[in-house]
């Protein structure tokens, strides 16, 4: 491992609450298709806080990681200020990428609105490909 204070992950399955702000909203009054990018890095990043883990400390180590493909699949809508979960799950490590999976809920009866996943691709601090830090394979359970 490179630094010591960086931590093998040991959560694969986090959840953050998500509410909606009225910004985020389209004129329809549902929420914009571009925010759920966002949404789901927010979920990525508190999966790795989640695991003791910051993302600028990985940085300050010269690990990066940038998104090569996110899907998304739209099933129901979101609205403004209503109480969300959304669901980040590591499905998979390899040696160069990191896949996540997404699951956003309508907490008040957990109806699946938007799924998705995105595949990450680790690179060095001058945009090189480097393998995955061994610290970020998920432990058998």
């Known amino acids: 491992m490179e630094n010591e204070r960086i931590r093998k992950i040991t959560i694969t399955c986090?959840?953050?609450?998500?509410?909606?702000?009225?910004?985020e909203t389209d004129r329809a009054g549902m929420i914009h298709h571009s925010v759920f990018p966002v949404w789901f890095e927010?979920?990525?990043?508190?999966l790795l806080r989640a695991n003791g883990i910051v993302?600028?400390?990985l940085e300050a180590e010269g690990i990066f990681f940038v998104v090569a493909e996110l899907r998304l699949k739209y099933r129901k809508p979101a609205f403004y200020d209503e109480l969300l979960d959304l669901e980040t799950t590591c499905a998979n490590v390899t040696h160069a990428k990191v896949e996540h999976t997404y699951r956003l809920l309508r907490r008040e009866n957990g109806l699946l609105l938007t799924e998705g996943s995105s595949?990450?691709?680790?690179?060095?601090?001058?945009r090189k490909l480097r393998r995955v830090p061994e610290f970020m394979y998920p432990e058998s359970a």
């Open 119 to 126: 595949i990450l691709a680790c690179v060095s601090a001058d």
């Open 14 to 23: 986090h959840s953050i609450p998500i509410v909606p702000r009225y910004a």
């Open 55 to 57: 993302y600028k400390d």
């Open 42 to 46: 927010m979920g990525r990043t508190e």
